[in-house]
C-alpha cells in the first residue's frame, strides 16, 4: 500500500459496518424471510454464467449500503478502470497485474502476451474452465 492509500479499516464506512455488525450478527434469517417475502428474489443476483445468492446470509439493505460506501471511499471504480487501462496497480510488486489472463480466450498455450517487456503464456482457459466448473456444482 502506498503513503496514499488507507487502509480498509481507517476508512468511515469500515467502522460504520464494525458497528452495524455488532447488530447484524444477532439476526435470523428465519426473521429476515418473515420480514421480506421478497428476500430470496431480491437478495440474488446473475451475470455470466455466475448466480449468487446473498439472501442466505445476514446481509440485509443497510449492509449493502455500508458495503457500497466503503467501496466508493475506497475509490474501487478508479482502481478497476485503472487496471483496464494496464496501469501499476499491483503495489506489492509494483507492475500491472496480468488481466489479461482473464480477459483474452486462449487457443491452448498458443496465447501470448506481452507485459512490461516479458513474454508470458497464461493459461486462462484452465483457470475459467475451473471456476466455470465450481460455480456450477454451488449451483446444481
Not at 475506497?74 to 497485474?97: C, H, P, Q, V, Y
Request: hydrophobic share 35%; proline share 1%.
Amino acid at each position: 500500500m502506498n503513503k496514499k492509500t488507507k487502509s480498509s479499516t481507517e476508512r468511515g464506512a469500515w467502522n460504520a459496518l464494525v458497528a452495524h455488525y455488532q447488530n447484524a450478527r444477532e439476526l435470523h434469517l428465519r426473521r429476515l424471510f418473515a420480514d421480506d417475502p421478497t428476500r430470496g428474489k431480491r437478495m440474488t443476483v446473475e451475470a455470466v454464467g455466475l448466480y449468487l445468492d446473498y439472501s442466505k446470509n445476514r446481509v440485509t439493505d443497510e449492509t449493502l449500503k455500508l458495503l457500497v460506501q466503503l467501496a466508493d471511499e475506497s475509490r474501487l471504480r478508479e482502481r478497476i478502470d485503472a487496471m483496464f487501462r494496464g496501469e501499476k496497480i499491483n503495489i506489492t510488486e509494483n507492475r500491472a497485474i496480468d488481466r489479461r489472463r482473464w480477459s483474452e480466450r486462449c487457443a491452448g498455450s498458443l496465447c501470448r502476451a506481452r507485459q512490461d517487456g516479458r513474454l508470458f503464456q497464461p493459461r486462462a482457459e484452465w483457470g475459467l474452465e475451473r471456476l466455470h466448473w465450481q460455480a456450477h456444482s454451488q449451483r446444481h
